[in-house]
């Protein structure tokens, strides 16, 4: 894949985990913040498919920020950040090397305290979309 489908640019976060990683994509939207990548080696485990810790490790991330994201708008605060409080993630497929990988949250409640959060992981290739995991987790509102 050479083409970044439309709506995608490069993520403003860095960190020291994901930087090996880069570049990673997202799309702003009503939902929150869907990120991408494209599957390379890097990625891998070594059978040579994405590494279910990157596949974690980018839900939490996407879930997070579109958390956030809907804390601060209804709350109207823009100091609001968050902390994972439980994840869980099912494995259904393996995204292959050449793979498009989504990481699409959805926002389910975000109380006072808490959030809750869902994220699907959708491997695409030529126009064929696959479900790699799913994801759910609980956020401190900080």
């Known amino acids: 894949m050479n083409t970044i489908p439309d709506g995608f640019t490069e993520s403003p976060r860095r960190s020291p985990l994901t930087t090996p990683w880069e570049p990673i994509y997202q799309r702003i939207t009503d939902a929150g913040a869907t990120l991408a990548i494209e599957v390379r080696e890097c990625h891998c485990n070594g059978r040579g498919f994405a590494h279910g810790g990157l596949i974690a490790s980018l839900s939490v991330n996407g879930m997070g920020t ?14 609001i950040s968050a902390v994972t409080l439980s994840m869980t993630t099912d494995y259904i497929d393996s995204a292959q090397i050449g793979d498009w990988l989504e990481f699409r949250p959805e926002v389910l409640k975000v109380g006072k305290s808490i959030g809750f959060t869902g994220m699907k992981v959708v491997a695409a290739r030529d126009g064929e979309e696959r479900l790699i995991a799913r994801a759910n987790a609980s956020f401190k509102l900080v």
């Open 66 to 79: 579109s958390l956030v994201m809907k804390a601060r708008k209804k709350f109207a605060n823009d100091k």
